[in-house]
């Protein structure tokens, strides 16, 4: 079994930062891709971004390139989502996830153990 458990989101105002981790634990994982999803309300869930297991592949969707980024700390098992100039349109859940997979994948149904979440929400 893996467990993973985000933590790190809140109630900030636009232009803030935030970062939310994610700790796995349980069965090993460490040569899987590793992602970020969120589902803002009365959205379906979206690919926030993504990384493999050496951080040689890091991707970030279109919608928050160049504000936010993705990293892998190993040792600790643990996935970082670093979010910079949040807006509102940010808001949602995000849930971190583990894919089957080694390579890049942004379909939701391509993960297999998913997080609870944490929640997110950006005033303007």
């Known amino acids: 079994q893996v467990q993973l458990v985000e933590s790190g989101g809140g109630l900030v105002q636009a232009g803030d930062s935030l970062r939310l981790s994610c700790a796995a634990s349980?069965?090993?994982?460490?040569?899987?891709?590793m992602g970020w999803f969120r589902q803002a309300p009365g959205k379906e869930r979206s690919f926030v971004a993504a990384i493999t297991w050496n951080s040689a592949g890091a991707y970030v969707a279109d919608s928050v390139k160049g504000r936010f980024t993705i990293s892998r700390d190993s040792v600790k098992n643990t996935v970082y989502l670093q979010m910079n100039s949040l807006k509102p349109e940010d808001t949602a859940i995000y849930h971190c996830?583990?894919?089957?997979?080694?390579?890049?994948?942004?379909?939701?149904?391509?993960?297999?153990?998913w997080g609870q979440g944490t929640q997110v929400t950006v005033s303007s």
């Open positions: 349980g069965r090993t994982f460490s040569n899987n891709l």
């Open positions: 996830a583990v894919s089957r997979y080694e390579g890049l994948r942004v379909d939701p149904a391509d993960y297999d153990y």
